[in-house]
């Protein structure tokens, strides 16, 4: 019988199986960040078992609130900090080499196809992108994940999604995955790894398949994965080039994780694209979306580009050419944060940031803090927010808040109307 892309995985980083259906993983990479780390290592130290499994496959960073906004905050981040510097671990990126982690960690070429991977963040899932399996933990996986590196998991049931037909334009990834859970609903991948497969998938850039997996956490999943091709050996090239005689042999290296043809799935869904339109947000769940005619005119108070989503430089140069010689309705603010540092100097060399600028965003920092309602883009209570995060639950960017997610194209066509508008006619 065929096995699964996860599966495989499975198979080759098992190191027991303590009960039936659990499966015990040998980790490639630990990623730590200054929210859900810190509980971990001040638990370590009482336990007297501070020490890290192996420094080399520990990836750290400071995200979430960065700058640190109050004395909460900097401790968090102290500790952190301390703990790297304890242990000396190499890749760990302070205030000014900072990113959001899901951008940052794949822009240094720490993940790779057949990977394992895990953190104390949902939105891990971002990096199955690459053919990894990756997935958010608890603080007491990360703390063992850390100490051991090794991590528990139940057996991978995976539901493959066929993504078929051509994207319309002013469709994005950021459309195709809100349509996906709409159909899905925020329960129907639970425990489930949501393996993304069709010529929609096979033409997409790396960026836009790890805005698909990034949001595979919404529907419930575990995980989500994309066969690693071409597109990956291209964007993984300048870590791996000394690895491989050439990218054929990559290539080919890559396919062994690919999924069997015989491979059993749990639940197979087939969308064909063709006839998609944009897609907003509604209400206070990610699957409670409608099409952009029928919430078009929806006033808005804010508008945030950005996060481990859509804050990558393809994100950007989709909204800049919407917002090129254009300015945002005084009725809003705009903010925009690129979600790592070479995003925002890529940006600045490219005269992004002036378009910005020039429309009336305010350009901040990467960081997490408005996804999560802490820094840089609290909303007030009452107040709306065309958004391009991952969340839109009661609250999530400000108690009394209301998110509504689109793609980056939507949310630069409703800055310049100060509502919810369709991006197409500005395409």
């Avoid at 990360?142 to 528990?152: F, H, N, P, R």
């Avoid at 080919?252 to 063709?274: G, H, L, M, N, Q």
């Avoid at 540092?341 to 009336?360: Q, R």
Wanted: proline content about 4%; aromatic content about 8%; overall charge neutral.
């Amino acid at each position: 019988m065929g096995m699964t892309i996860a599966e495989k995985i499975f198979k080759s980083h098992l190191v027991d199986e303590p009960f039936s259906g659990t499966r015990v993983l040998k980790l490639d990479v630990v990623m730590c960040h200054e929210i859900t780390t810190p509980i971990a290592i001040a638990d370590l130290m009482e336990r007297k078992k501070d020490r890290v499994f192996d420094t080399g496959k520990i990836k750290a960073v400071i995200d979430h609130v960065t700058p640190s906004k109050d004395s909460k905050t900097a401790t968090q981040a102290k500790m952190l900090r301390d703990w790297a510097r304890r242990h000396a671990i190499p890749n760990f990126f302070d205030i000014g080499a900072n990113g959001v982690c899901h951008a940052l960690f794949p822009e240094k070429g720490y993940i790779r196809p057949g990977y394992t991977v895990i953190m104390g963040d949902s939105h891990t899932c971002t990096h199955g992108a690459f053919g990894a399996f990756a997935a958010g933990v608890g603080t007491t996986d990360l703390e063992v994940g850390i100490l051991k590196g090794v991590c528990a998991f139940r057996d991978p049931k995976t539901i493959r999604i066929n993504l078929n037909g051509k994207l319309p334009k002013g469709v994005y990834a950021k459309d195709v995955i809100l349509h996906v859970i709409g159909k899905l609903t925020v329960n129907g991948a639970t425990d489930r790894v949501m393996e993304f497969r069709g010529a929609v998938v096979d033409a997409m850039t790396m960026e836009s398949r790890m805005t698909l997996c990034n949001m595979a956490i919404e529907a419930g999943g575990t995980s989500g994965i994309c066969m690693p091709d071409g597109v990956t050996v291209d964007y993984l090239w300048p870590f791996i080039n000394k690895e491989y005689a050439g990218k054929e042999a990559a290539l080919a290296d890559f396919k062994k994780w690919w999924s069997d043809e015989d491979a059993t799935y749990d639940r197979v869904v087939d969308i064909d694209v063709s006839s998609l339109e944009p897609v907003v947000t509604f209400g206070y769940k990610p699957d409670q979306v409608k099409t952009i005619g029928d919430i078009a005119g929806t006033p808005v108070d804010q508008v945030y580009l950005g996060s481990c989503t859509n804050g990558r430089l393809e994100d950007l140069r989709i909204a800049a050419a919407i917002l090129k010689g254009k300015k945002i309705a005084p009725s809003v603010r705009a903010i925009l944060s690129p979600a790592t540092p070479k995003i925002y100097s890529d940006a600045l060399n490219e005269g992004l940031i002036a378009i910005f600028m020039d429309a009336g965003f305010c350009v901040t920092n990467p960081t997490c803090g408005a996804c999560l309602g802490m820094s840089n883009g609290v909303l007030a209570e009452g107040e709306v927010c065309a958004s391009t995060t991952n969340r839109n639950f009661m609250g999530r960017m400000g108690k009394g808040g209301m998110v509504h997610l689109m793609s980056p194209a939507t949310s630069a066509a409703t800055a310049i109307e100060g509502k919810i508008a369709d991006p197409r006619k500005y395409l």
